[in-house]
């Protein structure tokens, strides 16, 4: 276990000296294969998605979208390394990271009029999310796990399910009780996530981008709410053919017979 924490101390040593001020951290120089396939189709997103808005907040938005991303795969490359030193990290260390891993906030935020307005405070690449924004990550992480836990014992991956299991033994304890806890926490981060979403007085982030939030989270209880709706090929078909495809069916007006004079 020592030597697996040293290896990943060594990487995380390796990232960090890789982002400091100069180095180039998004370009595509040496990539081959399916590396270079996902990195030209990212780069491609971000130069279509800024061209959208006018020239003097393009360089802002640029960089903001690079580091979410940028931000989003290194966590998966955290959670890889991991899995692959045997690594079993605290539930807080794993939650730090599997917040971003989960990556609702890649699509929720650029969407909002407030996005341009991230900031950090380091210096580095790393954003600073509003209130609101993290709630989202993390009931989108806790969803997820509680639902797929069974599928990433399989994979070899980590979760919060097993985390809580593990790290709290007890006699009698079964995987129920784990799976207990995290959807009571859930619901504890959703009271407070939608006290933010109507909270008149909140100005730090405008109505339209807390209605956003508000989807995301709809749509994310749309998959892990009852159960892994994600992993299932056909148990959201009707739902995705109504909301896109078929065509919206309108009932005809009932005649009235004209007035007879």
Same mark, same amino acid.
Do not use: P
């Given at each position: 276990m020592c030597i697996a924490r040293a290896c990943i101390l060594r990487w995380q040593l390796m990232y960090k000296l890789s982002w400091c001020p100069g180095a180039s951290w998004w370009e595509g120089e040496g990539l081959t294969g399916h590396s270079k396939t996902i990195f030209d189709a990212l780069d491609g997103f971000v130069n279509q998605f800024a061209a959208i808005f006018p020239p003097h907040e393009?360089? %802002? &938005? =640029?960089?903001? &979208?690079?580091?979410? $991303?940028? @931000? +989003?795969? +290194?966590? $998966? =490359?955290? @959670? %890889?390394t991991w899995s692959l030193m045997g690594y079993v990290p605290s539930m807080d260390e794993y939650l730090k990271n599997a917040n971003i891993s989960v990556s609702i906030h890649a699509i929720a935020l650029p969407a909002t009029s407030g996005f341009l307005n991230l900031s950090s405070s380091d210096g580095t690449q790393n954003l600073e999310y509003h209130k609101i924004t993290k709630l989202l990550m993390e009931s989108a992480r806790l969803l997820n796990d509680a639902r797929s836990y069974q599928r990433e014992e399989q994979e070899g991956k980590m979760n919060f399910v097993h985390l809580h299991m593990k790290q709290n033994p007890s006699p009698g304890a079964c995987i129920e009780d784990s799976i207990a806890h995290v959807q009571q926490i859930v619901g504890e981060k959703m009271k407070e996530f939608m006290e933010h979403v109507f909270m008149d007085t909140d100005n730090s982030m405008p109505k339209s981008c807390r209605q956003l939030h508000l989807s995301c989270m709809k749509s994310v209880h749309m998959f892990y709410n009852s159960a892994n709706n994600f992993d299932c090929d056909t148990a959201l078909v009707d739902d995705i053919n109504k909301a896109i495809y078929l065509p919206i069916r309108q009932i005809p007006e009932p005649e009235t017979n004209p007035e007879l004079p």
């Open positions: 393009r360089g %802002k &938005l =640029m960089a903001n &979208l690079r580091n979410i $991303w940028s @931000e +989003t795969f +290194t966590s $998966w =490359m955290v @959670e %890889k």
